[in-house]
């Protein structure tokens, strides 16, 4: 089955930053649609769990990809919630560059509607859709860029979404509101922070046909 950009799934795979070793052969689709997910071994000073940004990269009724910052452990179980498909529980099987794979834990009925989700996902993609560029917010194939802040110090981080006039970021530093920092190329300031990251106002308004090369630092 090829995906809409005509490569197979196999070569979909291993086209950008997330590499899969062979997935099993059923019903799956290569996708990159944002979620969030907490780590059952990972918790904040409080005890509760930790809430992550991510992006589900692959799916399949018995697995699915998620790239995000945190990648866990083998075993460690996860809880996910992802768009479109709702809450996903599961171990972690494999780590990925990344991210992590993880095992989906449901009875026959929730595997069932899974399948339905999937089905009607990889249907949808592989239809004309309009031009991403014409909405507001951009989900990135690729998800990771750099942060640099105003004492020089770089990061890896992930770009959850962003559009001409700002970012959705995730990384293991949380800046305060109203710090100046770039992702990528661009500059901006900080301001709201959220579940697993911040959001980053860009100084000026950013070309709708570059911005994204800008904010990927490609």
């Not at 799934?9 to 070793?21: Q, R």
């Not at 904040?44 to 992550?52: H, I, K, L, M, T």
């Not at 014409?134 to 860029?145: F, G, L, Q």
Request: aromatic share 6%; with cysteine.
């Amino acid at each position: 089955m090829s995906g809409a950009s005509g490569m197979s799934p196999e070569e979909e795979l291993n086209s950008g930053d997330v590499v899969f070793v062979e997935p099993p052969p059923e019903v799956r689709v290569i996708v990159r649609i944002p979620g969030r997910y907490s780590l059952a071994d990972l918790r904040d000073a409080r005890g509760e769990r930790r809430v992550f940004p991510c992006r589900a990269v692959y799916l399949s009724p018995d697995e699915i990809g998620l790239a995000g910052p945190v990648s866990g452990k083998i075993g460690e179980r996860v809880i996910a919630h992802v768009d479109h498909l709702g809450k996903l529980e599961g171990p972690i099987t494999r780590l990925i560059k990344g991210g992590f794979m993880m095992s989906v834990t449901a009875n026959r009925e929730k595997r069932g509607e899974l399948v339905a989700k999937i089905e009607w996902l990889e249907n949808f993609k592989n239809h004309d859709t309009p031009n991403r560029r014409a909405a507001s917010r951009i989900v990135p194939a690729n998800a990771y860029s750099r942060l640099t802040f105003a004492d020089g110090s770089v990061e890896t981080c992930l770009v959850r979404d962003f559009s001409v006039t700002g970012a959705a970021i995730s990384a293991d530093t949380l800046p305060a509101i109203k710090s100046v920092l770039a992702v990528g190329s661009v500059i901006g300031r900080v301001v709201r922070h959220f579940d697993g990251g911040f959001a980053i106002q860009f100084i000026e308004h950013q070309d709708p046909e570059t911005v994204e090369a800008a904010v990927l630092g490609e």
